[in-house]
């Protein structure tokens, strides 16, 4: 299996590589292609799939891990550059669900797009809430069962009423690996120790690999500490964290596993 990083908050090494916050990586697993999420940007997308020689019309599926904007704005990009080749998008049913964040002011963290605008560009949505297996050795993680820390965000808008958003929408693709499993996760809004146990759940293999973001930026100590202890007794091999995971759980994550642990960056290649 190969993770290439598409776009990530850092620019990487390799020249002609954008950094934008968001995520975006190609999974390309037993003769697929799959794109999860397409970062905030359109164009910063597309010029880093140029400069990484990744066709956009030879994706044969695209995974949204959840409907922030992050992991979604260059959805329309991206489909406008497949000139209308059918493209299934695979993604939770609550995805276009209407959020906002109220911090530093109101502001819309949603899907910047509507279902139909993306339909008529190719957009072919199949939406599943439970765990399945899309095709042979790659999973959708479905819905994620959240036994401790939580790192659910902002706030949905319904009816002209606020309301605590859980992002029950946020889903993992979980690659079988023969006798181990790796993740792939958009911002872990479930919460990374529940979102590794869940893979394990679905895939009783031990975990080679837990790959995106960690979501622990602004994360208390005391959630840092007890996620890299939890960790430490699950036996994965490696780490490999960006995007939301924070720069005080990256210096603790690096101190911690050492040679285990990576950094994510546009351009970046994980081989597995
Ligand atoms: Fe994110
Ligand atoms: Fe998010």
Redesign the pocket.
Known sequence: MKVTIVMENHSGFKKGLLGAHGFSALVEHKNMRVLVDTGVDGEVLLRNMNALEINPKKIDYLFLT?G?Y??TGGLKALLEARKGRKLPVIAHPEIFTKRVALKPHLRDISIPFKREELEALGADFILVKDPFQIREGIWSSGEIERKVWDRA?GYKLEGGALSKDPVKDDISLILDLGKEVAVVT??S?SGILNIAMHAQKIIEKPLKALIGGFHLAGAKKELIEDTIETFKGMDIRKFYAGHCTGFDATARFKTAFGERFEPLYSGKVIEL
């Open positions: 959840h922030h992050d992991h965000v958009g911002c809004h």
